[in-house]
């Protein structure tokens, strides 16, 4: 899913009209920046399973280069420093600094990614859903091969626990929840 902005009639956009509509606010829980997206073309652009794959990288990394998330990610380098391009365009991922060349660190902007899907407009929640559905479908198939996984350390086995369970809450209790678990 390509979210390219071509400027119609050869007009040129202003860095400020080109800009993806998403909204960074303090989170009143943690310091760190939450982005409330609500630009289905940067929902698409970070729709894409590489893009995802590097977000998720660099949260759990700190700051990787292009060269370092092709290794983990078997994808060639010029893929990913494609990819981290797009996703700085879009706001979420920078430079990190202190790089040289080709190998320019890059971090994520944004730890916590606000998702509503919800929206007044028909086609950004159908974007919204879709992108929703993507990462759903990613932690869903994440969590099913760590259940499942007979490679853990000697020492994790047996360590996570698999239930079944029905809770009913209400929707200030599921928010409180939701808060407790992050």
Not at 33 to 58: C, G, Q
Not at 161 to 171: M, S
Request: hydrophobic share 35%.
């Amino acid at each position: 899913m390509s979210s390219e902005e071509i400027p119609a009639g050869g007009e040129t956009k202003t860095e400020a009209q080109t800009q993806p509509k998403t909204q960074a606010r303090e989170s009143t829980e943690n310091p760190q920046t939450l982005l409330d997206l609500k630009d289905p073309k940067a929902m698409r652009a970070l729709a894409h399973p590489v893009r995802l794959a590097l977000v998720e990288l660099l949260e759990v990394a700190g700051t990787l280069t292009a060269t370092q998330a092709s290794d983990l990610l078997g994808e060639s380098p010029a893929n990913c420093a494609f990819h981290l391009r797009t996703l700085a365009k879009y706001g979420f991922v920078a430079e990190a600094g202190g790089g040289k060349g080709r190998e320019r660190p890059w971090k994520c902007v944004n730890m916590k990614i606000h998702l509503s899907t919800y929206h007044d407009d028909a086609a950004t929640t159908v974007t919204a859903r879709t992108l929703h559905e993507l990462w759903l479908d990613r932690v869903l198939e994440r969590a099913k091969q760590q259940l499942t996984g007979d490679d853990l350390p000697e020492e994790w086995r047996g360590a996570e626990e698999a239930a079944q369970t029905v809770t009913f809450l209400t929707a200030d209790e599921t928010r409180q929840l939701s808060e407790d678990i992050l």
